[in-house]
């Protein structure tokens, strides 16, 4: 007999099959929301190279009357650009250094069906010789990937393709792709602000979901 478990298992990667191929992932945030308002501090699109639209996404939740949440907790969520559904969800723990190196944030996968939620991976702050490091884990709690944060930040609206966060396998010795600022326009319109990743197409598109939850969580450091 089928346990709860597996009735309510959810298949991540079909659900984020959208992902498969990609190579470069560009986070657009709108400056406007009079008809894109899906209740975030921060709304925007996450595209793919080609600009197609591949998942909304939504930073924070403007429903909270109080700051207190906004200063400790802000929530992460990858929506169905279509039916607007939640497909993936993080809460990014703003809590000083020193208790960030003390645990990881996981990151979920959601559905529509009851107690359908699974994580597929987790992310976890640290020091490196005075440098912040990201480390980024699966759902089985492996470690898979690494982002390095420079401080060298070049801040000048120059067309992309400026490396600003590393990201490295698990051994940290090699280099498979950096997040950087995206802007095809020195106006700083309504795209302005944008980032992008750079990743290898073949890796597991649930490990795209995760790398591109750590992209929306430093993309103001990135910017």
């Given at each position: 007999?089928?346990?709860?478990?597996?009735?309510?298992k959810i298949d991540t990667a079909?659900?984020?099959?959208?992902?498969?191929?990609?190579?470069?992932?560009?986070?657009?945030?709108?400056?406007?929301?009079?008809?894109?308002?899906?209740?975030?501090?921060?709304?925007?699109?996450?595209?793919?190279?080609?600009?197609?639209?591949?998942?909304?996404?939504?930073?924070?939740?403007?429903?909270?009357?109080?700051?207190?949440?906004?200063?400790?907790?802000?929530?992460?969520?990858?929506?169905?650009?279509?039916?607007?559904?939640?497909?993936?969800?993080?809460?990014?723990?703003?809590?000083?250094?020193?208790?960030?190196?003390?645990?990881?944030?996981?990151?979920?996968?959601?559905?529509?069906?009851?107690?359908?939620?699974?994580?597929?991976?987790?992310?976890?702050?640290?020091?490196?010789?005075?440098?912040?490091?990201?480390?980024?884990?699966?759902?089985?709690?492996?470690?898979?990937?690494?982002?390095?944060?420079?401080?060298?930040?070049?801040?000048?609206?120059?067309?992309?393709?400026?490396?600003?966060?590393?990201?490295?396998?698990?051994?940290?010795?090699?280099?498979?792709?950096?997040?950087?600022?995206?802007?095809?326009?020195?106006?700083?319109?309504?795209?302005?602000?944008?980032?992008?990743?750079?990743?290898?197409?073949?890796?597991?598109?649930?490990?795209?979901?995760?790398?591109?939850?750590?992209?929306?969580?430093?993309?103001?450091?990135?910017?």
């Open positions: 007999m089928a346990t709860n478990e597996e009735i309510h079909q659900l984020l099959s959208i992902l498969n191929n990609e190579e470069e992932l560009i986070i657009k945030p709108r400056n406007f929301a009079d008809d894109y308002d899906i209740g975030g501090v921060e709304c925007g699109r996450v595209v793919s190279r080609v600009n197609k639209t591949l998942f909304d996404y939504r930073i924070g939740d403007k429903a909270v009357s109080s700051r207190l949440p906004s200063i400790f907790n802000r929530r992460i969520v990858l929506l169905n650009p279509i039916t607007k559904e939640v497909v993936i969800e993080f809460y990014h723990k703003r809590l000083p250094l020193l208790f960030k190196a003390c645990y990881k944030q996981e990151i979920r996968c959601l559905t529509g069906e009851i107690n359908g939620t699974q994580s597929i991976g987790s992310i976890q702050k640290r020091l490196v010789f005075g440098k912040i490091w990201y480390d980024v884990y699966d759902g089985v709690r492996e470690h898979i990937a690494s982002l390095a944060l420079r401080k060298s930040h070049i801040r000048s609206k120059i067309q992309h393709r400026v490396p600003e966060v590393s990201i490295f396998d698990t051994d940290e010795t090699k280099n498979i792709g950096h997040i950087y600022p995206f802007s095809t326009d020195l106006e700083r319109s309504e795209y302005g602000n944008a980032v992008a990743m750079k990743i290898p197409h073949n890796l597991p598109v649930e490990t795209k979901a995760i790398l591109l939850i750590a992209t929306l969580m430093i993309k103001s450091r990135v910017n």
